[in-house]
């Protein structure tokens, strides 16, 4: 067996950041009051992180580029028909590239559309003023239903996805997200994970955040 560095830290430090922002912003949107401030906070950040993936997934680590990801159908169907003794994915399989795209994808929906919500009550999206008022309500009844229960469901389907594979599949994909390395029958190509690639990402983060600051400050 070869141990290969498979998520480099940015990359691991992305997903988790990414998890906890989520859950909070359940919890505080279904709270209220208050806890609103720190929605918007959250959304701010989720966003953030968001642009950070989409760039780095052209110039991050081996197996987190865009171009590792087996999207083919063919792949998700080879890869459902296949035990754990005659396939080893390195990177992400066919069905967690699947999960990954849906997740950023409705997230980004979901928090473009919270830019832009009113609850007519004590809460609006920062840039709302920028948006007709027929926009405003549909992106509001989106966000606090749909989108909501569209996120919920997406996560509760990557954690069952997650149980699956550990008793299906059997190797475990939650520790290679913690600690970035698997153990593989055969070599495969490392990611770079060396400290100007970390050094790269920080500086790609916080660029992402001042994209995010100027959105927001179009809101005058």
């Known amino acids: 067996m070869f141990t290969v560095r498979i998520w480099d830290l940015p990359t691991r430090l ?3 950041a990414l998890a906890a922002c989520v859950i909070g912003l359940v919890i505080t949107g279904n709270v209220g009051g208050n806890a609103m401030v720190w929605h918007f906070r959250l959304g701010y950040a989720v966003l953030t992180l968001l642009l950070f993936r989409l760039a780095w997934g052209f110039v991050g680590g081996h197996w987190s580029r865009w171009s590792r990801l087996p999207l083919h159908p063919r792949h998700a169907l080879a ?12 990177g992400h399989n066919p069905l967690g590239s699947w999960s990954i795209l849906a997740m950023l ?3 980004l929906f979901q928090v473009s559309t919270g830019l832009i919500s009113d609850d007519e009550i004590a809460n609006a999206g920062p840039l709302t003023a920028l948006i007709s008022g027929s926009w405003v309500t549909w992106a509001s009844a989106w966000h606090k239903n749909w989108g909501k229960l569209i996120i919920i469901l997406l996560v509760v389907l990557h954690l069952l996805a997650l149980l699956w594979h550990r008793f299906r599949k059997h190797p475990p994909l939650v520790p290679a997200m913690i600690h970035g390395d698997k153990s593989l029958p055969e070599p495969v190509p490392a990611s770079h994970d060396q400290l100007r690639h970390r050094l790269g990402a920080l500086l790609l983060l916080g660029l992402s955040a ?10 005058g």
Do not use: C, D, K, P
């Open 79 to 90: 890869y459902l028909q296949t035990r754990s003794a005659e396939r080893t994915e390195a």
């Open 14 to 16: 992305f997903h988790w």
């Open 105 to 107: 994808f409705f997230l």
């Open 210 to 219: 001042l994209a995010v600051y100027g959105l927001l400050s179009l809101a």
